[in-house]
């Protein structure tokens, strides 16, 4: 299930922290940059310096996706095609579902 809901920064940085307290939980971002791999995020100061230099230049949107082995769902990547031609020379990005 997804879900879209605008929080301000303190309130994104309390949430984190949450997830983080439960040591069985992962976090990743929900799609890579162009033609590099999905990122894990593992700790609290990671998710921070993601999120400040994804602001410093000029990311707007954030997505991610949280993944509990005890679930025992499953965690797939998939690799979307992209037109180099309209991407910046880029062949593919990975999206997390």
Known sequence: MQRTEII???????????????????LYESDSEMEKEIIRINSMSEFQNYFDN??????????FGIYNSESKGKFFTTK??????????????????
């Open 8 to 26: 301000e920064k303190n309130q994104l940085f309390e949430l984190i922290k949450y997830i983080f307290s439960d040591s069985k939980t992962e």
């Open 80 to 97: 979307i095609e992209l037109n180099p031609k309209y991407c910046n020379g880029k062949y593919f990005q990975l999206v997390m579902n």
């Open 54 to 63: 994804g602001i410093t230049n000029g990311k707007k949107h954030f997505g």
